[in-house]
């Protein structure tokens, strides 16, 4: 049977280092943060941009993690977006706490950069053990109780999104309307189950309602699990309305080709128990449509070729998850 391409998320985006900054950024960040910079450490590896992402020791002491971009990458909105939403999630939910935030304008260019409290731990899932596995649920759990309802006001909710083509997933609809050969890696019964998977999709005007905020983007680099055990979760930007259980179902393919046995967890879960199958299912071939969009397309400007890579994985895992689920 086809596989899924390995990811090291850990090494997935090229950044720039705190020397290629432009020098007004820096001034900017030393005034907004009140002391100077000691040391910049080296860009992190995770994600799929090229926005600056490295922890710096301050002058007093104080380590902090900062993350800047140009007006020209996608990174520079999303930054300001996380600068915003933070503050205004609730404390029970462990999120590194926003220091400070920085403008500048640099060679006609406007840059924005946010300083968050730095955060000592590793990245979850790089494979998935029990352990980890267990940590990230309890931690979803915590997220799903405190942000239900939403405590952030004015959120497009996953519905809205998908109906604006905000969130496209008709991915699979058009490769069944038009006979278009499925992406090559995938599993070979995929041309047979496109309709089916099209009219699990079409659920979710009621499968994915829902008056939680959700993070939107739950992915092991986008988890921190520091030396106390302590699941951290960073990059709120894509926060909006959805069911409670969504981020965490959006972990389960992956742990469960990890070999986690997700079945029983989904069963006992206070996430999931008591919802219909077929609203998880819909949820799960949604992501899966998500990601085999524009997947022969090179990655969008500013974004790494793994991008793709993720996207592959991700697809495949969902699809096969789905697939033990229904019996296929």
Not at 13 to 21: D, K, Q, T, V, Y
Not at 56 to 80: I, N
Not at 203 to 215: D, F, I, R, V
Request: some cysteine; charged content about 20%; glycine content about 8%.
């Amino acid at each position: 049977m086809n596989q899924p391409p390995a990811v090291d998320y850990a090494a997935t985006s090229a950044r720039p280092g705190w020397n290629e900054l432009p020098a007004e950024l820096q001034q900017a960040l030393v005034v907004a943060l009140g002391t100077e910079i000691a040391e910049a450490g080296p860009s992190v590896g995770s994600g799929f941009t090229g926005g600056f992402a490295a922890p710096l020791r301050l002058a007093d002491g104080r380590e902090v993690f900062v993350k800047a971009a140009a007006d020209d990458m996608h990174a520079y909105g999303a930054y300001q977006r996380e600068a915003e939403l933070v503050p205004a999630l609730p404390r029970a939910i462990a999120i590194p706490p926003i220091v400070a935030t920085a403008h500048a304008t640099s060679d006609g260019k406007a840059w924005f950069a946010v300083a968050a409290k730095r955060i000592h731990g590793r990245l979850p899932g790089t494979p998935w053990t029990e352990t980890d596995f267990a940590r990230v649920t309890a931690s979803c759990e915590v997220m799903a109780t405190s942000l239900t309802p939403s405590p952030v006001p004015g959120l497009e909710s996953l519905v809205q999104d998908i109906e604006s083509g905000g969130l496209p997933v008709a991915e699979f609809a058009r490769l069944r309307d038009t006979g278009e050969d499925v992406p090559d890696g995938f599993q070979p019964w995929l041309p047979h189950r496109l309709d089916e998977l099209v009219k699990l999709i079409e659920l979710y005007p009621e499968a994915l309602a829902g008056t939680s905020a959700m993070h939107g983007d739950l992915r092991p680099d986008n988890l921190l699990v520091d030396e106390s055990g302590t699941c951290w979760t960073v990059d709120w930007n894509w926060l909006g309305l959805g069911p409670a259980w969504a981020d965490w179902v959006g972990l389960l393919p992956v742990a469960h080709h990890h070999g986690i046995d997700t079945a029983s967890t989904v069963a006992n879960s206070p996430l999931t128990a008591d919802v219909p199958p077929e609203h998880l299912d819909c949820w799960v071939a949604a992501v899966a449509s998500y990601m085999l969009t524009a997947l022969h397309e090179p990655p969008p400007p500013g974004c790494t070729p793994e991008l793709r890579r993720h996207q592959r994985l991700m697809g495949w895992t969902f699809l096969e998850w789905l697939a033990i689920r229904r019996g296929w």
